[in-house]
């Protein structure tokens, strides 16, 4: 059974520039989460998707946005790309809405904004 | 609102001794907690999860978690370390209607030979 898949892996953007990243979550998984990771923050949420509708987003500015499709695959995009929005974006997937039930997580796409 | 905190940011432990990375957690409903462990430049791995199940759980690797609801804390234990289990370890909450895992800062194991 195949796992989360993230891409690309890397990236590297100059500021102002906006960015598109994939997230394939594992089949039969309805739920894709995104998550980002930087040293001073830590891991802070940024939105859920459940059969294509955004259920829960974080505290991020509108700059940040998602969506899912019909086969779940989910997609984020970051406009007008600043400084400190480099940083490790990690996509989860979750087979059960219920709060008990663990997230799977992607490698994850390490963002580089020069 | 649902916070954790844990205590340590970098843990460092002799190969073959105790591991004990601490984990509190502040929730307003029952919680669910999940332990996650992090390699150098990979996503995130469950190590356990507590469900109210059981307040004792075993996880892989020969790790496990104790819930005490009394003193809101959900300790990461493991009886001898190996030197692959050096990584970043992240303790995280659910709850409610929200979706979304809350984090712990993480605390960074180191193993000495």
Partial sequence: KAGVTQTPRYLIKTRGQQVTLSCSPISGHRSVSWYQQTPGQGLQFLFEYFSETQRNKGNFPGRFSGRQFSNSRSEMNVSTLELGDSALYLCASSSNPTMNTEAFFGQGTRLTVV | ?113
């Avoid at chain 2, 020969?62 to 234990?77: D, P, Q, R, V």
């Fill in chain 2, 1 to 113: 609102a649902q916070s954790v905190t844990q205590l340590g940011s970098h843990v460092s432990v002799s190969e073959g001794a105790l591991v004990l990375l601490r984990c509190n957690y502040s929730s307003s409903v029952p919680p669910y907690l999940f332990w996650y462990v992090q390699y150098p430049n990979q996503g995130l791995q469950l190590l356990l999860k507590y469900t109210s199940a059981a307040t004792l759980v075993k996880g892989i690797n020969g790790f496990e978690a104790e819930f005490k609801k009394s003193e809101t804390s959900f300790h990461l234990t493991k009886p001898s370390a190996h030197m692959s289990d050096a990584a970043e370890y992240f303790c995280a909450v659910s709850g409610g209607s929200n979706y979304k895992l809350t984090f712990g800062k993480g605390t960074l194991l180191t193993v000495n030979p």
